[in-house]
Each structure stands twice: as structure tokens, then as C-alpha cells.
């Protein structure tokens, strides 16, 4: 991805560019320029402030792309105003197994229920409880892409200071110049997580991964120091995959809670982020900053979707599931589609109303209907 800066503009007459001058817009090859016109003293001034005074040149991150990875993400920039991508988290944490034909994967429980398989899953990668070796959550991730699901993948990082996953962290620590125990924690978690994309990788699997959940969920050990150290951890991790370890088939994804204004406040930049999105919870169905995202959308290419989605709290009463294209259709048409989230079937179409119908539906994009 290439940042949106705009190229620097310099006024002078005669430009140093890559071993070539620029001479009133033409340019002038290096040997022939006219250096006794530059040698006059205001030109000479200028030149030599041309060289000794910094320039913040447009900044360029995770310019290439695997195959895979363009394909899947021009899948993606290419849903929403009527075709709204159905997806589910396959795995949150509690010991949910990656493997999509296992009874507590909730991939194998929608198809149950409904007969369809969703477009979209997620797994988790929990390096907190550890459940599973990571081969299992790697092979779970690699039937997902061979049977023809796009992958999501989550990261839920243990905290680096050695204490709960809820608890307090000094974030700074990861981010110091010189070596120490929380750094050295979080650097060995990230060694770990980037081999297991690197096998990924090697197997042409592309994944839309989300290194951080609920970027402003302060429950959570990495978003307790608020918006600017956790995009600083953010790109911290999104710069060590793809320029230290080379990781190029990520389609990178970035998420905020339902609080309003979180998902412009913790936003790490366009440079970063490919998929951005809101978790939504309880019946309101809701995507505060909408306006703002389809202007990402619309100016920088983003994917916008509802990154977690349930659609009633546990004592509510089992509701329609068609109201979630209702309200796509009515006041969220640019969004890309939605992730139901696992853990309890009130959030999904499990412990709801007409949920073979909600993936039946004409403009809902599952496996079965791409």
C-alpha cells in the first residue's frame, strides 16, 4: 500500500532528482547541467538548502502483494450496494476448534442450521490460553482457503508483561530502543505468529488478518494506554511482517467497538489498514462512523464492513435475521457485509429467527452463492 501523500513539490528552478535536474519542468541530464546559472549566489543558496534541510518524502508501506492477496482484495473492494458478504467467526478463544467439520466450530454449526456454508470465516489464533499447537489453527486456516472460503485470521497476543490478558501493560516497553523483557515477550510472539504466515504463505494461502482486536476495547491489555500507543503497537507489528519478515499475501484489517468516534481516533492510517470496520452488538445495528468510512472507501480504496456482529443480547428475545440485510440496504449500503461473531448463538443466526433465509437471500454472498 502507498500512503496518500502527494508527491513533494520543490520550487526551485533547478531540482536534484535521482541524478537528473529538473529545469523549469524539463529534465536536464545530470552532466549538462548549466551549473554557471546554479552558482550564482541566491541560486547557490538555494541549492545547498535543497540538500541540508530534511524532506518528509512520501512515505511507502507494503507496496506488493501476492497474487492471492490482490484477488481476495479486489474481491472485497468489489461487494457492498447489494451483495453484502456473510461471514462468521469460526473460532473466538475457549477452546473452539479450528478444524471447520468439528462440532464446536461454529463454520460446521451455521452450515447445520442452514444448509450454507458462509463466504467468509475467522480464526483465532490464541496465544494467551494456547489451546491448540499452532499446526492445528495452520491446517484449520488452509481447508478453510481449499474449500473455498476467504480466511480471516485474528491474533489474540498474551499480555507481554507476564500478567492477564486484561491486565495493565507499559506499552512503551515494546516500543524502546534498547532490549527488555516485555519487548523481548512481544517479539517472540510476533517471530511465532509470522512463521505461521509465512507457512501460510508458502502454501499461496492469502488471509485478511487483524493483528489486534477492538483496537479501543480497554478490557484488553494492548488498547489500555489509549489511541496513540496502540497504533503505534499496530504499526510496530503491521512494519516487522511485511519489511523484516517479507509477509506480502496479508490483506491487513483494523477494528474498533461500537464506541463512537473510536474507529477515526484509533485509526493507524491509510498506509496501514486495507479493511476497516465496527463490532455492533444488541439490536441497534449500528455503524457510527459510517460517513467517515465510505469517504475512506471512496478516496483510498478501504473495504468497510461490520467486523463483529451480534444482532441481540442473551435476554432479548430471538429476532428477525433479515433484518440485517434490511438495514444494509437502508442506511449502510457501502459496507462490504458482516462477520457474526461465535462464543453464544444469540449474536448469529443459530439462536435467531430466519437464518437460512438471511443466507438464501438474493444479495447475500455465501460459499454457495459467490
Same mark, same amino acid.
Given at each position: 500500500?502507498?500512503?496518500?501523500?502527494?508527491?513533494?513539490?520543490?520550487?526551485?528552478?533547478?531540482?536534484?532528482?535521482?541524478?537528473?535536474?529538473?529545469?523549469?519542468?524539463k529534465?536536464? #541530464?545530470?552532466?549538462?547541467?548549466?551549473?554557471?546559472?546554479?552558482?550564482?549566489?541566491?541560486?547557490?543558496? @538555494?541549492?545547498?538548502?535543497?540538500?541540508?534541510? $530534511?524532506?518528509?518524502?512520501?512515505?511507502?508501506?507494503? /507496496?506488493?502483494?501476492? $497474487?492471492?492477496?490482490?484477488?481476495?482484495?479486489?474481491?472485497?473492494?468489489?461487494?457492498?450496494?447489494?451483495?453484502?458478504?456473510?461471514?462468521?467467526?469460526?473460532?473466538?478463544?475457549?477452546?473452539?476448534? $479450528?478444524?471447520?467439520? =468439528?462440532?464446536?466450530?461454529?463454520?460446521?454449526?451455521? &452450515?447445520?442450521?442452514?444448509?450454507?456454508m458462509?463466504?467468509?470465516?475467522?480464526?483465532?489464533?490464541?496465544?494467551?490460553?494456547?489451546?491448540?499447537?499452532?499446526?492445528?489453527?495452520?491446517?484449520?486456516?488452509?481447508?478453510?482457503?481449499?474449500?473455498?472460503?476467504?480466511?480471516?485470521?485474528?491474533?489474540?497476543?498474551?499480555?507481554p508483561?507476564?500478567?492477564? *490478558?486484561n491486565? #495493565?501493560?507499559?506499552?512503551?516497553?515494546?516500543?524502546?530502543?534498547?532490549?527488555? $523483557?516485555?519487548?523481548? !515477550?512481544?517479539?517472540?510472539?510476533?517471530?511465532?505468529?509470522?512463521?505461521?504466515?509465512?507457512?501460510?504463505? /508458502?502454501?499461496?494461502?492469502?488471509?485478511?488478518y487483524?493483528?489486534?482486536?477492538?483496537?479501543?476495547?480497554?478490557?484488553?491489555? =494492548?488498547?489500555?494506554?489509549? #489511541? /496513540?500507543n496502540?497504533?503505534?503497537?499496530?504499526?510496530?507489528?503491521?512494519?516487522?511482517?511485511?519489511?523484516?519478515?517479507?509477509?506480502?499475501?496479508?490483506? *491487513?484489517?483494523?477494528h474498533?467497538?461500537? !464506541? &463512537?468516534?473510536a474507529?477515526?481516533?484509533?485509526?493507524?492510517?491509510? %498506509?496501514?489498514?486495507?479493511?476497516l470496520?465496527?463490532?455492533? &452488538?444488541?439490536t441497534?445495528?449500528?455503524?457510527?462512523?459510517?460517513?467517515?468510512?465510505?469517504?475512506?472507501?471512496?478516496?483510498?480504496?478501504k473495504?468497510?464492513?461490520?467486523?463483529?456482529?451480534?444482532?441481540?443480547?442473551?435476554?432479548?428475545?430471538?429476532?428477525?435475521?433479515?433484518?440485517?440485510?434490511?438495514?444494509?440496504? %437502508?442506511?449502510?449500503? /457501502?459496507?462490504?457485509?458482516?462477520?457474526?461473531?461465535?462464543?453464544?448463538?444469540h449474536?448469529?443466526?443459530?439462536?435467531?429467527? !430466519?437464518?437460512?433465509? @438471511?443466507?438464501a =437471500?438474493?444479495?447475500?454472498v455465501?460459499?454457495?452463492?459467490?
Amino acid at each position: 500500500m502507498k500512503s496518500g501523500l502527494s508527491p513533494v513539490r520543490m520550487t526551485l528552478h533547478y531540482q536534484h532528482s535521482l541524478g537528473d535536474t529538473l529545469q523549469r519542468g524539463k529534465r536536464v #541530464p545530470w552532466g549538462q547541467v548549466p551549473w554557471g546559472r546554479v552558482a550564482h549566489p541566491t541560486g547557490f543558496l @538555494l541549492l545547498l538548502a535543497f540538500f541540508l534541510v $530534511p524532506v518528509a518524502w512520501p512515505q511507502v508501506v507494503c /507496496e506488493s502483494r501476492t $497474487p492471492e492477496g490482490e484477488k481476495v482484495l479486489g474481491y472485497l473492494k468489489g461487494l457492498g450496494n447489494g451483495r453484502y458478504m456473510f461471514g462468521q467467526m469460526a473460532t473466538w478463544v475457549h477452546n473452539e476448534n $479450528p478444524d471447520m467439520d =468439528h462440532p464446536s466450530n461454529w463454520l460446521k454449526k451455521v &452450515y447445520d442450521h442452514t444448509g450454507k456454508m458462509p463466504r467468509y470465516g475467522c480464526v483465532t489464533y490464541d496465544f494467551d490460553d494456547d489451546p491448540f499447537p499452532d499446526s492445528a489453527w495452520n491446517n484449520g486456516v488452509k481447508e478453510m482457503w481449499d474449500r473455498g472460503l476467504i480466511v480471516g485470521v485474528f491474533t489474540f497476543y498474551a499480555n507481554p508483561s507476564g500478567r492477564s *490478558w486484561n491486565g #495493565p501493560v507499559d506499552i512503551d516497553r515494546i516500543l524502546a530502543a534498547g532490549d527488555n $523483557p516485555t519487548k523481548k !515477550n512481544f517479539y517472540k510472539q510476533m517471530d511465532r505468529m509470522a512463521g505461521n504466515l509465512q507457512w501460510l504463505k /508458502e502454501q499461496g494461502i492469502a488471509v485478511v488478518y487483524t493483528p489486534f482486536v477492538e483496537s479501543d476495547d480497554r478490557n484488553k491489555w =494492548h488498547a489500555k494506554e489509549g #489511541p /496513540e500507543n496502540i497504533i503505534k503497537l499496530y504499526r510496530v507489528v503491521h512494519d516487522y511482517f511485511t519489511k523484516d519478515k517479507g509477509l506480502d499475501n496479508i490483506i *491487513w484489517a483494523y477494528h474498533t467497538t461500537a !464506541n &463512537y468516534g473510536a474507529l477515526e481516533k484509533y485509526y493507524p492510517g491509510d %498506509a496501514y489498514v486495507d479493511v476497516l470496520g465496527k463490532s455492533a &452488538y444488541g439490536t441497534g445495528l449500528n455503524f457510527s462512523e459510517y460517513t467517515w468510512g465510505v469517504e475512506k472507501k471512496k478516496t483510498a480504496g478501504k473495504v468497510i464492513w461490520w467486523s463483529e456482529l451480534g444482532i441481540r443480547g442473551r435476554s432479548d428475545p430471538p429476532r428477525d435475521c433479515l433484518d440485517v440485510v434490511r438495514k444494509l440496504e %437502508a442506511s449502510y449500503p /457501502e459496507l462490504a457485509g458482516f462477520v457474526f461473531w461465535s462464543d453464544n448463538g444469540h449474536y448469529n443466526v443459530i439462536g435467531n429467527d !430466519n437464518g437460512p433465509e @438471511l443466507m438464501a =437471500h438474493a444479495k447475500i454472498v455465501t460459499l454457495e452463492a459467490k
